[in-house]
């Protein structure tokens, strides 16, 4: 999804703080209702818990740095980079379906 939604935010043109705040609101539903489906159905052990913790602790941290990123890029150069990640991520998926 997070491809599709990468693309789909480039192609409505918005500007990056926009573009930010709405991929953080897919996101953060998007996770809620995994977690809490997932919970329900007792695919949760304490230490999944313990790491799921260090991780949210990292995607706060990377979050914070993406919004420090882009106030330093204009609206073309973010872009640019955005097509390159998702060419890259693209070309990767590509390669483990052949595989």
């Given at each position: 999804?997070?491809?599709l939604l990468g693309i789909y935010v480039l192609l409505r043109g918005?500007?990056?703080n926009e573009a930010?705040?709405?991929?953080?609101?897919?996101?953060a539903v998007t996770t809620i209702f995994t977690v809490a489906t997932q919970l329900m159905s007792g695919m949760y052990t304490m230490d999944l818990l313990k790491l799921?913790?260090?991780g949210m602790a990292g995607a706060c941290c990377g979050n914070l740095?993406?919004?420090?990123?882009g106030r330093i890029f204009d609206r073309q150069r973010l872009t640019k980079i955005i097509l390159v990640f998702l060419t890259i991520f693209a070309f990767s998926l590509f390669m483990r379906g052949i595989k």
């Amino acid at each position: 999804m997070g491809a599709l939604l990468g693309i789909y935010v480039l192609l409505r043109g918005w500007e990056p703080n926009e573009a930010r705040g709405n991929m953080s609101v897919v996101f953060a539903v998007t996770t809620i209702f995994t977690v809490a489906t997932q919970l329900m159905s007792g695919m949760y052990t304490m230490d999944l818990l313990k790491l799921s913790v260090i991780g949210m602790a990292g995607a706060c941290c990377g979050n914070l740095i993406g919004v420090r990123v882009g106030r330093i890029f204009d609206r073309q150069r973010l872009t640019k980079i955005i097509l390159v990640f998702l060419t890259i991520f693209a070309f990767s998926l590509f390669m483990r379906g052949i595989k």
